[in-house]
């Protein structure tokens, strides 16, 4: 249990004490600066600790958010502090302080809320204190939600009327909802998935079970669209739908409840992914039993989708710490079409985002076929794609700012460079083939492979020599920091250059179960890379090296499928069976470092906000 620390004498009347027991706080009680450190010693090292001024007055949510957030190692609001157990050493520090009579920083004004706070609360000095020893103290916007400390009878009456002015449920509802959102999401499941949320949480629901929950739908959908029946299209479609509800539902109920885990994190992030690839292999299974043969089609999506979300991942990865001036002056056609009520929408919907997208993979499944589904969304997403992707272009190369050493060692790591490719910009920097641009160099090996993996017969020899020219133009792209305006597009080409190449041999195989293997693989290549993503966003960094060597980097991984092709060209369905051992392995390595990761205590405890495109 956590333990708050009351900073005073409890003022009579005030509900302050049942409030810090109803967030989950054992309540104690100092009468100055050294018995709160007495009291903050005797707590064991592992637990959360809050101070909190006895003339606080305000919201309980305002309460709940700056004192139980389990994200950021010290919060505040005005008249309260807490501190996780990384902070507890600087508020010890800052107590001692205080204590001892030393001069301290004075204190920050509140974030948000309507009332003021005074300056002569303990609880606001130390986390000016804390401010001024490195710690970052997170100041959650309270809106209209009260938190003050009132210095007279007069101003606590004034509060305790402003508490009462405000209806405390209602603005927790409102901001459990992520407040940029697709039109479909905006208007279709958030009025009532809300509510959802609520429910969960008063009956002691996770959001790791939701989440859950809507995995199980989802797979349960891909199940009835794999009986390749219009009954089971049709229930497809609505399952579909129930788990999207379900997984916006999740978010809103770790915003509503403060319920943000390290687990959640990874399966909020890994869940969509595995819901909508599991959904295509469905409808793929579906129409073979009508002798329909849409695999290629699925795969396809896929690959596109992926392809895409990397764009997405290395632009915003690139331009993470872009100055303020220069992306408000990229921004100036966005901000003035912002102003125009009907293109935010509209701008929003052509991008085809996770809510239009499955509610139009959803009606579509329950009233055409597979094949129109895939095309549907292979049309949609393309398009989308260029719209976004012809954006990002015109602000590059407008950009004047130079690229962070950070952001270079991202994409980098977006990059997924194995062995081969580490060798080969060794020698592209002793042969000066590094003189020519990265996104260059990324391009004309991307643009060798593909020709030849498009252009020669199945298992050509030729299609080998061009994979290993694949990986030596791709080490030499990566052999110095990628700080070039366009460099963002390294990653996506490389993930385009490995996805493509799967696909087309093994649609090119002698078998009919090449493309479904075909299918396993990249599900499992792009698990890695999602998983390498949201590593990134959350501040530890890529995979480490050694699992990046084991499953060969993109260039290898490339090289082997296409030396398996030209061995296996003439032996039946080896090349299936290759592909399928492939998939296996390298899904099981990925996934087993995944999960010993995620669930490790040095994981972030962040909550993915969901995909925004």
């Given at each position: 249990?956590?333990?708050?620390?009351?900073?005073?004498?409890?003022?009579?009347?005030?509900?302050?004490?049942?409030?810090?027991?109803?967030?989950g706080?054992h309540?104690?009680?100092?009468?100055?600066?050294?018995?709160?450190?007495?009291?903050l010693?005797?707590v064991?090292a592992?637990?959360?600790v809050?101070?909190?001024?006895?003339?606080?007055?305000?919201?309980r949510?305002?309460l709940?958010l700056?004192?139980?957030d389990p994200?950021f190692?010290?919060?505040?609001?005005?008249?309260?502090?807490?501190?996780?157990?990384?902070?507890?050493?600087?508020?010890?520090?800052?107590?001692?302080?205080?204590d001892?009579?030393a001069?301290?920083p004075?204190?920050?004004e509140?974030?948000?809320?309507?009332?003021?706070?005074?300056?002569?609360?303990?609880?606001?000095?130390?986390?000016?204190?804390?401010?001024?020893?490195g710690?970052?103290?997170h100041?959650?916007?309270?809106?209209?939600?009260?938190?003050?400390?009132p210095?007279?009878?007069?101003?606590?009456?004034?509060?305790?009327?402003?508490?009462?002015?405000?209806d405390?449920?209602?603005v927790?509802?409102?901001?459990a909802?992520?407040?940029?959102?697709?039109?479909?999401?905006?208007?279709?499941?958030?009025p009532?998935?809300?509510?959802?949320?609520?429910?969960?949480?008063?009956?002691?629901?996770?959001?790791?079970?939701?989440?859950?929950?809507s995995?199980?739908?989802?797979l349960i959908?891909?199940?009835?669209?794999?009986?390749?029946?219009?009954?089971?299209?049709?229930?497809?479609?609505?399952?579909?739908?129930?788990?999207?509800?379900?997984?916006?539902?999740?978010?809103?109920?770790?915003?509503?409840?403060?319920?943000?885990?390290?687990?959640?994190?990874?399966?909020?992030a890994?869940?969509?992914?595995?819901?909508?690839y599991?959904?295509?292999?469905?409808?793929?299974?579906?129409?073979?039993?009508?002798?329909?043969?849409?695999?290629?089609?699925?795969?396809?999506?896929?690959?596109?989708?992926?392809?895409?979300?990397?764009?997405?991942?290395?632009?915003?990865?690139?331009?993470?710490?872009?100055?303020?001036?220069?992306?408000?002056?990229s921004?100036?056609?966005?901000?003035?079409?912002?102003?125009?009520?009907w293109?935010v929408?509209?701008?929003?919907?052509?991008?085809?985002?996770i809510?239009?997208?499955?509610?139009?993979?959803?009606?579509?499944?329950?009233?055409?076929?597979?094949?129109?589904?895939?095309?549907?969304?292979?049309?949609?997403?393309?398009?989308g794609?260029?719209y976004?992707?012809?954006?990002?272009?015109?602000?590059?190369l407008?950009?004047?700012?130079p690229?962070?050493?950070?952001?270079?060692?991202?994409l980098?790591?977006?990059?997924?460079?194995g062995?081969?490719?580490?060798?080969?910009?060794?020698?592209?920097r002793r042969?000066?083939?590094?003189?020519?641009?990265?996104?260059?160099?990324?391009f004309?090996?991307?643009?060798?492979?593909?020709?030849?993996?498009l252009?020669?017969?199945?298992g050509?020899?030729?299609?080998?020599?061009?994979?290993v020219?694949?990986?030596?133009?791709?080490?030499?792209?990566?052999?110095?920091?990628l700080?070039?305006?366009?460099?963002?597009?390294?990653?996506?080409?490389f993930?385009?250059?490995?996805?493509?190449t799967?696909?087309?041999?093994?649609a090119?195989?002698?078998?009919?179960?090449?493309?479904p293997?075909?299918?396993?693989?990249?599900?499992?290549?792009?698990?890695?890379?999602?998983?390498?993503?949201?590593?990134?966003?959350?501040?530890?960094?890529a995979?480490?090296e050694?699992?990046?060597?084991?499953?060969?980097?993109?260039?290898?991984?490339?090289l082997?499928?296409?030396?398996?092709?030209?061995?296996?060209?003439?032996?039946?369905?080896?090349?299936?069976?290759?592909?399928?051992?492939?998939?296996?392995?390298?899904g099981?390595?990925v996934?087993v470092e995944?999960?010993?990761?995620?669930?490790?205590?040095?994981?972030?405890a962040?909550?993915?906000?969901?995909?925004?495109?």
């Amino acid at each position: 249990m956590s333990t708050a620390i009351l900073t005073g004498p409890p003022v009579p009347g005030s509900s302050l004490d049942a409030d810090l027991r109803s967030l989950g706080f054992h309540v104690e009680v100092a009468s100055g600066p050294h018995e709160a450190s007495g009291l903050l010693a005797a707590v064991p090292a592992g637990q959360r600790v809050a101070l909190v001024d006895p003339r606080f007055v305000g919201h309980r949510h305002a309460l709940r958010l700056a004192l139980t957030d389990p994200r950021f190692p010290a919060a505040a609001a005005p008249g309260a502090l807490t501190a996780r157990p990384e902070a507890r050493p600087a508020l010890a520090r800052a107590l001692t302080a205080a204590d001892s009579g030393a001069p301290v920083p004075a204190p920050a004004e509140p974030a948000g809320g309507t009332a003021r706070a005074v300056v002569d609360n303990l609880p606001d000095t130390l986390a000016a204190a804390l401010d001024a020893d490195g710690v970052a103290v997170h100041r959650p916007q309270l809106g209209t939600l009260v938190a003050a400390v009132p210095a007279d009878p007069g101003a606590r009456h004034e509060a305790r009327a402003a508490v009462e002015a405000v209806d405390e449920e209602a603005v927790r509802l409102r901001n459990a909802v992520k407040a940029h959102d697709g039109f479909f999401t905006t208007f279709f499941i958030s009025p009532y998935s809300r509510y959802i949320a609520r429910w969960c949480a008063r009956r002691g629901l996770t959001p790791n079970q939701v989440t859950t929950a809507s995995l199980l739908t989802a797979l349960i959908a891909a199940g009835c669209a794999a009986t390749g029946e219009r009954g089971g299209y049709v229930a497809a479609g609505v399952l579909l739908l129930v788990s999207f509800v379900l997984d916006c539902t999740d978010g809103q109920l770790a915003r509503y409840a403060l319920k943000y885990s390290t687990m959640g994190a990874w399966l909020d992030a890994t869940f969509d992914r595995a819901k909508e690839y599991a959904f295509y292999a469905g409808l793929a299974l579906g129409a073979a039993r009508n002798g329909d043969d849409v695999w290629a089609l699925a795969l396809g999506a896929m690959v596109l989708m992926t392809c895409r979300h990397v764009v997405d991942f290395s632009f915003n990865e690139a331009n993470a710490e872009s100055a303020g001036a220069a992306a408000k002056t990229s921004l100036a056609l966005s901000s003035k079409l912002d102003g125009v009520g009907w293109t935010v929408w509209a701008r929003r919907m052509i991008i085809l985002p996770i809510g239009e997208r499955w509610a139009m993979i959803a009606v579509l499944t329950a009233v055409t076929t597979p094949r129109i589904v895939f095309w549907a969304l292979i049309v949609g997403c393309a398009f989308g794609a260029c719209y976004t992707t012809a954006g990002r272009l015109l602000r590059s190369l407008s950009r004047k700012a130079p690229r962070s050493d950070s952001a270079a060692r991202a994409l980098a790591d977006l990059a997924d460079s194995g062995p081969l490719a580490r060798i080969a910009a060794g020698l592209a920097r002793r042969t000066g083939l590094t003189a020519m641009p990265a996104l260059v160099l990324a391009f004309v090996g991307t643009g060798v492979l593909l020709a030849a993996v498009l252009g020669r017969p199945f298992g050509d020899r030729g299609t080998v020599v061009a994979a290993v020219l694949y990986a030596v133009f791709a080490g030499a792209a990566v052999a110095r920091p990628l700080k070039g305006p366009l460099d963002w597009l390294v990653p996506p080409l490389f993930r385009a250059a490995e996805y493509t190449t799967v696909l087309v041999l093994a649609a090119k195989a002698d078998s009919a179960q090449a493309l479904p293997a075909a299918f396993g693989l990249v599900a499992a290549v792009a698990y890695h890379h999602y998983d390498t993503v949201y590593r990134i966003r959350g501040g530890t960094g890529a995979p480490p090296e050694w699992l990046v060597r084991t499953v060969g980097g993109h260039e290898g991984r490339t090289l082997v499928v296409t030396v398996l092709a030209a061995l296996l060209a003439s032996r039946g369905n080896d090349f299936t069976s290759a592909l399928t051992a492939l998939a296996v392995a390298v899904g099981l390595v990925v996934l087993v470092e995944s999960v010993r990761f995620w669930v490790s205590s040095g994981a972030p405890a962040v909550h993915d906000e969901g995909e925004t495109a």
